[in-house]
């Protein structure tokens, strides 16, 4: 396994839900991302791990 699959790999079995995006929960970086940390918010998700895909 890749490095960036270990990576992914760890982030998800290590979190219930996560969400690859531009940005992060407090700044989202375009519509799309904002938009998915409301509907998640909305459902009742109180432990989201957000990954900013623009970092890497």
Known sequence: MTDVQQRIDDLVKGHRVVLFMKGNAQFPQCGFSGRA???LKACGV???KT???LED
């Open 51 to 53: 990954v900013n895909v």
């Open 46 to 48: 109180t432990e989201l």
């Open 37 to 39: 940390v409301q509907i």
